[in-house]
């Protein structure tokens, strides 16, 4: 058993080591290969492609492990990006990286099918000590790998692809030799409906009463992918961060917004309730994303890393208040409903972004920071509408949609 949780946390390290380690120098490779130096829609759709594609193929990917087991399927996936780390640092054209990036997109699942492994060997008693490990190691390997891809895009433009490359094989290999398979029971059966990845948009319904919340994860979401778009050209275009300096401002961003998760968003949560802990984060982020907009200094960004990552204490706090609000038979839908919002906020608004930021660099760079701040005002009429998200009404509204559902189908409704 022990044996087994190493294994799985080492996988998570050395994904989330390896993601960091390309994400200073990624800009510098695309305009180098495309021999250009504005990449225009090419960023976005970069981005956007790993997203599309992962949104196709998880459900394919998560059903796949459940019946056939979950070591062969993480395995290909970290044979997948090991191609793609392999296209990135010996790519000789601009489509060969896409090339990679579509294999990668297509078998993107190690991180999922890790949290599955530990769900196997786990005892459900144990399963909140041991993902709070799992997020932990994944923190651990992001805060690594920005320090290490920088430093190495100093010496070389494809040192940090090939040290990414590197990873992902000794992290196939300990796979491959260490970890056995913990999917013991398995179906016989494949329901067809599981491999289509618009399913969970179709149960959306079934949460009359959570749309508003529901309206604010995408809203979320969105503001999200403008940091994860920009951050590094935003860097390098207003500050003159080089990679070491943006591999630090990344790995200081993943400390700060761990140990607010860390140490913050529970306490807060349970504290004040999840509303104040939303308008907490939503007051804090937004004025991050103001403030990053106009300060000149590129020392003064990291002076703004706890108002960022009190933001991240925005997401934990709603979905807390959306769990809350559904019986325990729906939580399992209700995440898939998440999953699916999130994957395609993911897939459309780095194209959006990228073409914003590059359309006004030249005038104003800090636009894009500014239109993301001003998509908070959006939640808010959402978040005072209704003062009453307790749960009991939103669980009763559920019981009767379902009870609606059960008579046009001829069954009885329940007590």
């Given amino acids: 058993m022990n044996k087994m949780l190493l294994t799985i946390l080492a996988v998570v390290v050395l994904d989330a080591a390896g993601t960091g380690l390309v994400m200073p120098i990624l800009p510098e ?5 495309a021999h250009t130096p504005e990449l225009g829609w090419r960023y976005g759709a970069f981005l956007s492609l790993y997203a599309a594609l992962q949104f196709l193929a998880s459900p394919i990917l998560g059903t796949l492990s459940d019946r ?7 395995l290909a996936s970290l044979a997948g990006g090991m191609i793609d780390y392999a296209f990135m640092a ?37 399963r909140a000590r041991a993902f ?11 805060i690594l790998g920005p320090v290490i891809g920088g430093t190495l895009g100093t010496i070389s433009l494809r040192a940090p692809f090939v040290a990414a490359a590197f990873l992902v094989m000794v992290n196939f290999i300990v796979a491959l030799v260490v970890l056995p398979e913990t999917r013991t029971a398995k179906p016989e059966q494949i329901d067809p409906a599981a491999f289509h990845p618009l ?17 604010i994860s995408v809203i ?16 390098q275009d207003k500050f ?26 529970g306490p807060l949560s349970e504290r004040c309730g999840e509303r104040a802990a939303l308008v907490v984060a939503i007051v804090c982020d937004g004025a991050a994303y103001v403030a990053i907009a106009f300060v000149t200094r590129g020392f003064l960004v990291f002076l703004l890393f706890p108002l960022f990552c009190l933001g991240g204490i925005g997401q934990p706090a709603l979905l807390s208040l959306m769990t809350k609000s559904v019986g325990a038979d729906e939580q399992g839908r209700l995440q898939g409903v998440l999953t699916s919002l999130t ?35 959006l939640c808010m009429p959402v978040l005072f509408a209704n003062r009453q998200w307790t749960g009991r009404g939103n669980r009763a509204e559920g019981t009767a949609h379902r009870e609606d559902e059960a008579v046009a189908k001829g069954a009885q409704p329940s007590d």
């Fill in 29 to 33: 490779l695309l305009r180098s290969v």
């Fill in 240 to 265: 003159g961060w080089d990679t070491a300096t943006v591999g630090l401002s990344l790995a200081g961003f993943g400390l700060f917004h761990a140990l607010a998760q860390a140490f913050v968003a």
């Fill in 220 to 235: 979320l979401a969105i503001i999200g992918e403008v940091g994860g778009t920009v951050w590094v050209l935003y860097g």
């Fill in 68 to 74: 056939y087991g979950r070591r062969p399927v993480l």
């Fill in 132 to 142: 709070g490990l799992l997020s932990a190691c994944f923190g651990i390997g992001f």
């Fill in 199 to 215: 399913a969970p948009l179709r149960w959306i319904g079934a949460f009359p009463a959570l749309l508003p919340l529901l309206l």
């Fill in 343 to 377: 994957s395609l906020a993911s897939m459309v608004a780095p194209l959006a972004i990228s073409e914003i930021y590059f359309a006004s660099r030249h005038v104003f760079p800090g636009l894009v920071w500014v239109l993301g701040a001003s998509l908070y005002l």
């Fill in 90 to 126: 010996w790519a000789p054209g601009f489509w060969w990286l896409f090339l990679g990036r579509a294999i990668a997109g297509l078998t993107a699942a190690n991180a999922a099918v890790a949290a599955a492994c530990l769900a196997d060997i786990t005892p459900e008693e144990r």
